[in-house]
């Protein structure tokens, strides 16, 4: 009896400690308002101050990450394109344009893949004028969810060999 009481108490901990890293995971993927307080996407003026280049070279996206554009509908939007459409503020064919419908008031862009993501504002003249930004994605430093499944199967595995002594 006083082995399997320790036996549940060994698992029980195992157990925790695997909630704490699932935790842990889920607590590395960050939420970033672009341009940096609020969130707020518009025109870049010397009044608002708003460098959107310079926020995001500030920061390290992971996949993972959200991002979030604050805006009102009816004068901006947000474009993922290429890195030409970019460069060219090329409005047309984007790879995505979020927020079609004109509803949202906070979008959240979730970065998924280890790449780089271009995104412009598509009303006219906002990106010339640095409405704009780049962010290059690495891939997240975390423990992978398959990873995180497969130690959760491995701990119930143990737990159950503890259990059953
Ligand atoms: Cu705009």
């Known amino acids: ?20 890293a699932l935790l842990g995971r889920e607590a590395l993927a960050s939420d970033y308002k672009v341009g940096g307080t609020d969130g707020t996407w518009e025109v870049p003026t010397a009044t608002n101050g708003l460098n959107y280049s310079q ?5 390290t996206f992971q996949t993972g990450d959200r991002l979030i554009f604050r805006y ?9 394109v290429t890195a030409q459409a970019y460069s060219a503020c ?16 906070n979008l959240d862009v979730q970065l998924e893949n280890e790449e780089p993501y271009y995104f412009i504002c598509p009303f006219p003249g906002h990106c010339p004028a640095g409405q704009k930004f780049m962010v290059n994605v690495v891939k997240a430093a975390a423990v992978g969810l398959t ?14 060999f503890f259990l059953f002594f």
Do not use: C, K
Not at 147 to 160: K, P
């Open 1 to 20: 009896m006083a082995r399997q009481g320790s036996g549940s108490a060994v698992a029980g901990s195992l157990i925790f400690v695997v909630i704490l």
């Open 55 to 59: 926020w995001a070279a500030s920061h």
């Open 72 to 80: 009102a509908p009816s004068a901006h939007a947000v474009q993922r």
């Open 90 to 105: 090329t409005v047309t064919n984007p790879l995505e344009l979020y927020n079609q419908s004109g509803s949202d008031l």
């Open 147 to 160: 990873q995180s499944l497969s130690t959760v199967a491995a701990v119930a595995t143990l737990g159950s």
